[in-house]
Each structure stands twice: as C-alpha cells, then as structure tokens.
C-alpha cells in the first residue's frame, strides 16, 4: 500500500490525514508490517505551484527521509518510492541516498522511478520538463550502474558522465530492483526495456490486459529476461459492511467478496496490487489493515 498521510492530495486523501502526523505513519508502517504487506510506498514531489495547491495540496513528505524513518520501526516489510522523479536530481546523489537507505534497512528497498508531471519543479531546480522522459532513460541506466556491486561505478551518457568517484555504503541488496511508474506509451516501454516492474498509474482494470500484453511485447522484442513484476492499483476497498458512505466506487463486503475480486487481477497477469482502504480515523485504518492480511490476504 501507497501510506496515507505523507501524500494528501484531494483526490485520495481522507479528512483524518489533515491532523496526522509521525506517529500515525509509524503506527500505519507497524500494522502494515503485522499484516503481512509486500510493500509500503512513499511519494515524491519538491514543490507544488500555486495553480495545482488546490487539487494536489503541498503536503508531501520526502520519499528517502520517511522511508528511512519507517525502517527503523518496521522489520520485514518492504519499502517503496512511488515514484521517485529521478530526473531532477543527479543520479549520484539519488545513489547516495538509496543505497544508505537499503544499507540501512537491511535490504528493503525498491526503487519506483517516474518521469513526474508538474512543470515548475522541473524549471526552479533548472532541469529541461520537456527532455524528462529521454533523462529518465538514461537516469535508470546510471542508477543501474551507481547501485550496483561496484564502489567506484561507472556511466557515460549524454547526460550524465561519472567514473572514479568511490561510494559507500553499497546496498545491501546485490540488485536493487526498479520498478518504473506510469501509463503512457513511453513510460509502459520504459518499464519494459529497463525496468524490473511496471507501476501503472490509475489504469482502469478493463486496460490491464492490453497494457501487459504490450509490456511482454516489448520485453521480447528487446530480449529482456529475468524477474519482471506487474503490479495494479486497486479501486478503494472496504473489508465488511460499512456503516458509513465509503463512496461507489470502493469495493466492500466480506472477505470471500473482496477476494474474488482481486484474484480477477491475477487473471490478467497481474503480480502485486497496491490498495487503499477507505478510513475516518487512523485506528478503523490499522484494523482495515488487519483484516485484510488475516482474512482476506490468506484467500489470495
């Protein structure tokens, strides 16, 4: 799951979340790593314009920081950037900041990279918005090489030009799996030429299927091979009868109903599926957690 607080956009944030703070993340974190959760996610935005504050709000935690935070009080849940805009920092420094987190937290860490979307962070940082997507290819390409095994790596690009310079901590893991966000033609052929997964962002289930057969397509074509991961977004779900208005597009019922639902993810060809729980305070969150990771996990 994508952690509520860190993110507050309008169009998923829950009134409660205006309030919260550490302690909530860390008891969300807690319960997430209970109940048995692959991943725990945090978002990544430098600055919000004054023309998107009203729809996307400005609160938005920084992605290394919180999940460094949340390492320290979790133990085997993995930890999430979603999506990090790589592109607007060197990928040394990103490196820097990654491979301490993995070291850190024993090896948790996946990489989610995105090409991001809001002009004014690109220009105040003085990165070219409309080159994102071609420095994001060659951004996971230099992380690749700056995550990888070697202390002194190794990258010449058009972009970006490194050898010589030395770095530790190395990851913990020998290969830090990056997992590319995004719906559009290029980010889908990003995910499948240099990515480890696909984080599609708000495809509606009857676009799965078309957009994981392109993805093997292209996986072929390039003759990628090894581990790949597709992951989903879920609709928002409520484990039971509500007694509330959880809105008509959130799942809701018993955990046979929930199941049988997302299992038609698995159908398409689908490897993880992120969710969100519909929630009017923090502790109907951590027992929505709970109960789906001891009725509802189990029965997937």
């Known amino acids: 799951m994508q952690l509520p607080v860190q993110s507050q956009s309008t169009l998923y944030a829950e009134p409660w979340e205006a309030d919260a703070g550490p302690e909530d993340l860390v008891e969300i974190a807690r319960a997430a790593d209970r109940a048995g959760f692959a991943y725990i996610a945090s978002c990544d935005h430098v600055a919000i314009p004054r023309r998107l504050a009203d729809a996307m709000g400005t609160v938005w935690y920084d992605p290394v920081a919180t999940l460094a935070f949340l390492a320290g009080v979790t133990e085997r849940v993995r930890l ?34 995105g090409a991001g979307h809001v002009r004014e962070e690109f220009e105040v940082l003085g990165v070219d918005f409309e080159r994102r997507g071609a420095v994001l290819d060659e951004c996971v390409d230099a992380l690749r090489a700056a995550l990888g095994p070697e202390e002194f790596p190794a990258h010449h690009g058009k972009a ?90 959130t799942l809701s019922g018993p955990p046979e109903t929930l199941a049988e639902s997302l299992r038609a993810y698995a159908a398409m060809g689908v490897d993880q599926v992120q969710v969100r729980f519909r929630s009017r305070v923090r502790g109907e969150l951590t027992d929505q957690i709970g109960e789906f990771g001891e009725r509802v996990g189990p029965l997937l």
Request: no cysteine; charged share 25%; proline share 9%.
């Open 80 to 113: 999430l950037s979603h999506v990090a805009v790589v592109g607007l920092r060197h990928p040394l420094l990103t490196a820097k900041q990654y491979a301490t987190l993995d070291h850190l937290a024993g090896g948790r860490l996946i990489l989610g990279v």
């Open 160 to 249: 970006y030009d490194f050898e010589g310079l030395g770095q530790r901590p190395r990851p913990a893991q020998a290969r830090v799996p990056v997992w590319v966000g995004g719906s559009s033609p290029a980010a889908v052929r990003r995910a499948a030429v240099r990515g480890d997964g696909w984080l599609p962002q708000g495809d509606p289930r009857d676009r799965l299927p078309g957009q994981i057969a392109r993805l093997r397509r292209l996986r072929e074509e390039a003759g990628a091979t090894g581990p790949f991961t597709v992951g989903a977004i879920t609709e928002p779900l409520y484990v039971g009868e509500p007694a509330w208005d959880v809105g008509r597009r």
